[in-house]
């Protein structure tokens, strides 16, 4: 298979090993423009670890990568954000000493060198657009507080807003309900329906309602290859992926 | 409210700067006699160690143990300047090779190396006094942070380059004076350096080098850089996937650390009169951690508070108690990280601030509604 | 303290001989102690500078390193000043003035002795300071002695090269120590090829560099040099280069913590030397580091100092018995424990010549001082402010003393600048 | 350099070369066990494990004195007495030291790094109004040190067998204790997962002490045995401390065969350049190289590749 310049992401043969486990195993997969895909897998599938593989956090053995034509595992990590693919951690990870409105601030895609950074000013289209984005994400009333005050669904809804401000073409999200309350599930769910418009978006999801709600493809993973892709109907009727996933 | 400006300057810290000015250029030249503000001044040397180090431990959480590296590289860039001058051919008649530098001349060289020749003139040397160590530190910290080497890895390699550098001063004394160093230096563009108005001049010179200093720490923290830093220090990896290359920021805080420290040695030697590998090596190092830890790593201001109080009670009592001295510097060091992981600095926001917000907020209530920042959580 | 107290006089070139020749005489027995009364030199005629010198006491200082590295080798030298100033006191004192002192600690740290020197001259005033160790203290605190006139006697042995007029060297500078052991070993020993070994700084690289020249001079050969970091503790390799060398004279000026591992390792890897193949010959080694070796470990090295313990004549079992009855008896007493002893009485001589605490006149005065009462015997003042001594040859023994088995028939001339050995 | 030697020198010699660089990876590897224990295994950065070694140091002392004067006809055999004295005196103050100030630092690693050095002035001033600022000097028996000779050439020194022997024992006895025992499971748990390594019944506070103390304790007798070639003194301590963090680091921090390789190559190495350069070179260049391989190899010689 030859990667098809219509694809935003092309992943093909990519295979890491720790100490000769192989967590990802000859994997390939495609993104298109405006896809929604969800992987999905058991535990220990490997989902997590094409996430990090995809945006630079863990070298990978052997493979391709590909985004828009560039190699993303000759980049930094800086390069791919740069590049125009965001990540969000399974747990949530935001600067809790910062307030809220620091923690946008960072994430601002300008002053991103050490003397960009030195000269940041924090002028009226910055503030616009933290107060925008803090709004998407339900935080507006919170700019001032620090990160770790906040709930735990609202560090989650924070890092999703960090990732909103820089306006990635490919978003990757790992488990963006976990860990949240009813409430705030049914509210993060109208969040990624709102902004997955408009780009392409890795989720990697346990919750089987949100995937069919959300998802344009689903990936399962299986022991680090894929084991069945397709619609949420295709695969649910797959009896490989019954076996090992869904008939548990 | 969150649209407020990002102010260089918060009330509380126009009234820190304010008070340590005051400490600084008025109270301690009028109440000391120059041999103690002379003290004073090679204590306030180290405050810019420990600024350094709030930049770069406090705030980036990169804690150097090689610290004495960057001051002594300064320090001896200063010293070979003023050993330079101090060595003209009158005044080293008696030598075997007249003009060159004793220690030298002790040790069969006949001519001065080439590497020292630039030495002659005041603006190379100004120059290399921040260059040299910066360099250095740069070297250092591409290979370092680009292979993102860090926390006790980091601090056990810087104190490793510590040692080597020790003995690399020690072992080349032909070259650097050994194991005595750059001593007997005596004038600066034939000023004397020696007398009792040099020393006051000089104590306010490097009172306002410190400040200066300051200005640039305080900056850089209220920058965009400093929350990165602190970003940096508690979620590494969302920073880098923010879009920011962490190395860099590394570097950046890594040789600003080293050019603070570079200056603090420059005007060391200057103020002291000799350099020598003694303030380069291990213990020194650690002891300048100790300044800032004790000022509060958290704190540029704390840090000159640390390195001031920690030298003084360390003249003070190793004067007074020789024995119990090293029992109460050790005592002190683990008080700090147990009991005070914000130091001076820690204790002032948690006690003396909130008191003294209190009594400013009665007074503003009375005459009106001034209002001041809320008062910061302590950061552990 | 003492009954009999010692009392240096000013003219004896005359009897100086027959007292080291008779030797059997107590040194303070020959000369009924003169008490000098302060009331014949008033306070203002004295001291003319503004020293901290009453009708009653003279405050002199002592700046030495009580805490850090240095304090294991420093601690003899403030025994024995505070020794020479009890003495002192308990005859009379100088020009009838109890000598107090101040004391004050370098902790091993040069910058703090610089500090503590200008505090003991700018401060207390002080007349005179016994003190210093290290070559980099002294060198730390020479620019404040020439700055504000003070005036230091320096105890240690060191390598030369310098001669203040503010300082009076009463240890040996380097030629002193060298060229008559390595004459003692060739003449005697028949000793043709050296290996010389050092800690890695400025006093063993200068004194290896003088015993390189005079070695050279003689004919001989010098078929290794090699020097490790201070603190170093493995030598097992250089004892096989050693090996390899077969050298007939080790000549060691390895100091501090690696001493002892050097010595313990030398005898662990099988080379005896007792036997004297290959002959160890040191300067760096006194009886005070003795202890910390074990004398076991060092038994049949050969030191090169002006002073042992063990050292036969009146004076010095004199000064054994008062060190040992002030410090306790299982003090042993070094080369430089004694040279620090001879500093407060050199400066007594010299103000007692000069009639004078002022500085300026002290050192006048200094040159041509002699002191017949040394422990070591004879010295007397050059007018490069070192003393001419005798330079001895010790033979370790097993219980950590050594064996006088050479001395110079002459003092030796101090030589701190010499000429063909740079 | 060579020439003027036959080949049975040359060869006796290189022999001899080979079995000191082995005595100074003895050593190494002695320094550094008890600190890949609490290094490696606690990530407790111990400052003042230098002072834990000369602590055994003057457990030594002391001990051979009480035998030369209690005790004369045993005195040959004192050392042995002396060492598990040394051992279990170092591991009660170890577990001291961990109750009273480590436990509180377990999550700031960087600040047990400040805490221990000021724990190591403290017993430094300890030793030093204890014992005297002069170094002491440490009898060993006669039989210990003098050398065996192997060939009329080759001359070994006993108390490098000696320290050698020792090295391998403890090395064997720790990786059985880390590796074999349940209690060496317990303390990776600890290690690996302080939560949950309590949360399935692991006594974790126990645990660390006892870690701690036993790290300690092998320091303690790497001090004693160090009295046969080394100094003992109030600040002896410190000169083993860059050394033995290097070796820890260099040979990846967790893993105990790596601080056994990277004391080997670091010994060979250091040995080796010693022979053909002056001493102090020597000591930079292996200083540099150590920090150059870790700059490119951060992780030390043995680390596993962790999935994150």
Known sequence: MNARPDFLLTVENLTVSFDGFKAVNGLSFYVEPNECRVIIGPNGAGKTTVLDLICGRTRATDGKVEFKGQDLLKMREDQIVHAGVGRKFQTPTVYEDLTVFENLEISYPKGHGVFGALMFRRDDPVKERIHEIASVVFLDDLLDMKAAFLSHGQKQWLEIGMLLIQDPELLMLDEPVAGMSVAERKQTAELLNRIIQDRSVIVIEHDMKFVEDIATRVTVLHQGKVLSEGSMAHVQADPKVIEVYLGH | ?380 | MSDTPKKPSLSMEASRRSFLMGGTALAATLFAPKFLRAADYPTAAVNTTGLAVTDTDVTVGILHSVTGTMAISETGSVQAEKLAIEQINAQGGVLGRQIKFIQEDGASDWPTFAEKAKKLLVNDKVASVMGCWTSASRKAVLPVFEQYNGFLYYPTFYEGLEESPNVIYTGQEATQQIIAGIDWVTQTKGAKSFYLLGSDYIWPRTSNKIARKHIEKLGLKVVGEEYYPLGHTQFNSVINKIRLSKPDVIYAIVVGGSNVAFYKQLKAAGIDMTKEKPLLLTISVTEDEIRGIGGENIVGAYACMKYFQSLDNPNNVEFVKEFKKMWGDDMVIGDVTQAAYLGPWLWKAAVEKAGSFDVDKVREASPGIELTTAPEGYVKVHENHHLWSKTRVGHAKADGQYEVVFETAELVEPDPFPEGYQ | MFADYTMGELGAIFAMQGFAGLILFSVFVLMALGLAIIFGQMGVINMAHGEFMILGAYVTYITSNLFADYLPSLFSIYFFIAMILAFFVTAALGMLVEWSLIRHLYKRPLDTLLATWGLSLILQQIYRSVFGAREVGVTIPDWMMGSLPLTDLIEVPINGIFVMVLAISISVAVYFMMYRSSWGKQVRAVTQNRVMAGAVGINTERTDRLTFGIGCGVAGVAGSAFTMIGSTGPTAGQLYIVDTFLVVVFGGAASLLGTIASAFSISQAQSIMEFFLSGSMAKVLTLLTVVGILMLRPQGLFALKLRK
């Open chain 2, 1 to 380: 409210m969150f649209a407020k400006d990002n102010k260089l300057f918060s009330t509380g810290d126009i009234v820190g700067f304010v008070v340590l000015a005051v400490l600084i250029f008025i109270v301690l030249p009028a109440g000391l006699d120059t041999f103690r503000l002379n003290l004073f001044g090679k204590y306030l040397t180290y405050a810019f160690v420990a600024i350094g180090l709030v930049l770069c431990w406090g705030a980036g959480g990169i804690l150097s143990l090689g610290q004495g590296v960057f001051f002594g590289l300064g320090g001896y860039c200063m010293a070979m300047f003023l050993k330079l001058e101090a060595s003209t051919p009158e005044a080293t008649k008696i030598q075997s090779t007249p003009g060159i530098p004793d220690f030298m001349d002790w040790n069969q060289i006949t001519a001065l190396p080439m590497w020292w020749e630039p030495f002659n003139s005041l603006t190379f040397s100004l120059i290399a006094v921040v260059l040299v160590p910066v360099i250095f530190a740069f070297i250092i910290g591409v290979a370092m942070f680009r292979r993102r080497v860090g926390g006790v890895y980091f601090a056990i390699i810087t104190q490793a380059i510590a040692a080597i550098m020790t003995i690399l001063i020690i072992g080349q004394q032909g070259y650097t004076g050994g194991v005595n160093g750059i001593t007997d230096l005596r004038t600066l563009l034939g000023w004397d350096i020696r007398t009792d108005e040099a020393k006051v001049i000089l104590y306010f010179v490097n009172a306002v080098l410190l400040f200066v200093c300051l200005f640039v720490a305080q900056f850089i923290r209220k920058s965009k850089l400093g929350r990165i830093l602190i970003a940096m220090r508690d979620q590494e990896d969302r920073v880098r996937f923010s879009g920011y290359d962490v190395a860099n920021f590394k570097i950046f805080v890594f040789c600003a650390g080293a050019a603070f420290a570079a200056i603090g040695g420059a005007m060391f030697t200057l103020q002291v009169g000799f350099m020598s590998p003694s303030f380069v090596g291990i213990v020194p190092s650690i002891e300048m951690v100790i300044f800032c830890a004790v000022g509060g790593r958290l704190s540029i201001l704390g840090a000159v508070y640390g390195a001031l109080l920690v030298n003084l009670a360390k003249t003070t009592f190793s004067e007074m108690f020789p024995e119990l001295w090293l029992l109460g510097l050790g005592a002190l060091f683990i008080a700090v990280v147990l009991a005070f992981p914000n130091g001076l600095a820690g204790l002032y926001k948690d006690y003396v601030e909130p008191r003294l917000m209190a009594l400013f907020k009665k007074k503003a209530d009375d005459g009106g509604g001034r209002n001041f920042d809320s008062i910061k959580a302590p950061a552990e």
